[in-house]
């Protein structure tokens, strides 16, 4: 601690002593957030146990949400901990639990506005268990992803949320977490191979009524932008396409299937090229709302009017997809409630031994939004 500065002598000039009064008041200045520093007490659990005369570890289950405590007394300790403003030691937590609270999600992209929406309901639900998230994205990029992955383990996470990138065809990187026992679940892009839980849409049955619903208003030639075969959503959507087309006696025709890798740029390629067709489409079914959207604005500029010359439907229920003039029709997946979904099912793995672990799928439902890129059903002509 430092002395305080006593009386100046009388003989010192009279900037000296500016000096030395303007140096004592920071030293007392000092000396009192010093006080206050020292005075500081950490709270502990052991400050919590004595307050309410429990056991330190009652407190601690309490605090971790274990099922052996009682409501009234997880309550009870939750806010004295909030009203002391405790703050869990993480280090001394992880050392003793070998948990991290921590679960981290590997997405493809954040271009679009699903993933974003997905991780938000995801965040909520981690939240609600008292975990953290770690996000990162592949940029659909499989070296990126597998980079992604390393990090996760890097950082001790206690269960993986994963969506692949579009180029991912061996999942050797992702094989590693079940051989840690480290719980995974894939949502969207899921991967057939490894029998782990999925959290998907069913593609197939929006994809089916998106065409259905261009074909009962009179679209005779539907064009299709598919996805990167090696996505099970691409093929998926594709055979809804066909299996609508196929209902309702429609021909099939291989010119308006167009295989797109999701490469920026290449819709309009795509787009002029069945455009400049001998007989060009009258409806275009997209695999997502993005491709959508860019088919939309190359169309308008060609003078066509959507959706009397070409109508268009999309997948996901982009934000954007409202905002367009005239607005997408699309297929609205249940974005956030995937997000929780997969959570949840995380949760269910990381309460079981590995050896108990099981493979469940959920098929959330994907729900068709007419807006004004396909004529309204009132005004089609009889199919």
């Excluded at 409501?71 to 009870?76: D, F, G, S, V």
Aim: charged residues 20%.
């Amino acid at each position: 601690m430092f002395p305080l500065i006593g009386n100046v002598p009388k003989n010192i000039k009279t900037n000296q002593v500016d000096f030395c009064c303007l140096f004592e008041k920071y030293l007392i200045i000092y000396q009192q957030l010093l006080t206050a520093a020292l005075k500081r007490h950490q709270i502990t659990i052991i400050d919590i146990a004595r307050e309410l005369n429990l056991s330190k570890s009652t407190v601690s289950r309490a605090l971790t949400g274990h099922p052996k405590v009682s409501t009234a007394t997880r309550e009870a300790v939750l806010a004295l901990a909030e009203k002391l403003d405790y703050q869990r030691n993480m280090i001394a937590f992880n050392l003793v639990t070998s948990k991290t609270l921590t679960i981290g999600i590997i997405v493809p992209e954040f271009v679009t506005s699903f993933f974003p929406q997905v991780i938000i309901g995801a965040q909520e639900a981690a939240a609600k268990a008292g975990y953290n998230i770690i996000v990162s994205q592949s940029n659909e990029s499989y070296e990126t992803e597998v980079a992604n992955a390393k990090v996760m383990l890097a950082n001790r996470v206690d269960g993986v949320l994963v969506s692949l990138s579009k180029e991912t065809r061996n999942f050797d990187h992702l094989k590693i977490f079940q051989r840690k026992g480290i719980p995974i679940v894939f949502f969207n892009r899921v991967c057939d191979e490894m029998q782990v839980p999925k959290v998907v849409v069913n593609d197939y049955d929006g994809a089916f009524s998106a065409v259905e619903h261009l074909i009962q208003t009179g679209k005779k030639r539907i064009a299709h932008l598919a996805g990167p075969d090696s996505l099970i959503i691409s093929r998926q959507r594709l055979n809804g396409y066909l299996d609508a087309l196929r209902k309702y006696n429609q021909p099939i025709v291989e010119e308006l299937i167009i295989p797109y890798d999701l490469t920026t740029g290449k819709v309009k390629i795509y787009v002029n090229h069945l455009l400049a067709l001998k007989e060009p489409p009258d409806a275009l079914f997209a695999i997502n709302d993005p491709t959508a959207i860019e088919a939309m604005q190359i169309i308008k500029q060609k003078g066509l009017r959507i959706p009397d010359d070409m109508a268009v439907v999309g997948f996901s229920n982009d934000y954007a997809s409202a905002l367009m003039e005239p607005s997408l029709t699309t297929v609205a997946q249940p974005m956030r409630e995937i997000g929780s979904t997969a959570v949840q099912l995380l949760l269910d793995q990381m309460d079981r031994d590995v050896a108990n672990w099981k493979a469940v799928t959920r098929t959330l439902k994907a729900e068709l939004i007419i807006r004004g890129s396909s004529r309204p059903l009132a005004t089609a002509p009889p199919v």
